[in-house]
């Protein structure tokens, strides 16, 4: 997990793993139960991506994520150590 606090007081995120054949941390899709992104979205709307690489949402007014990196870790913590 990558993150930094934008001017605006919100947050931008990368949740990524380095390659597609790192088994046991599933980044995405959000559309799919049970992996990183979903859990994000769930609490967020909005979080994005793919199989190794997702992030914080994009607002039109490019406000980004009022999720705190701790929160943004322990459902990462929860999905890694759930599956």
Do not use: C, K, N
């Amino acid at each position: 997990m990558l993150w930094r606090e934008q001017l605006d007081g919100t947050t931008a995120y990368t949740v990524a793993r380095r390659s597609a054949l790192v088994d046991d941390f599933p980044v995405g899709p959000p559309d799919q139960p049970d992996t990183i992104l979903a859990a994000l979205a769930a609490r967020e709307p909005g979080w994005g991506g793919g199989t190794t690489v997702g992030g914080a949402p994009r607002h039109p007014d490019r406000r980004r994520s009022t999720l705190t990196p701790d929160e943004v870790f322990t459902l990462i913590e929860h999905t890694v150590t759930r599956t």
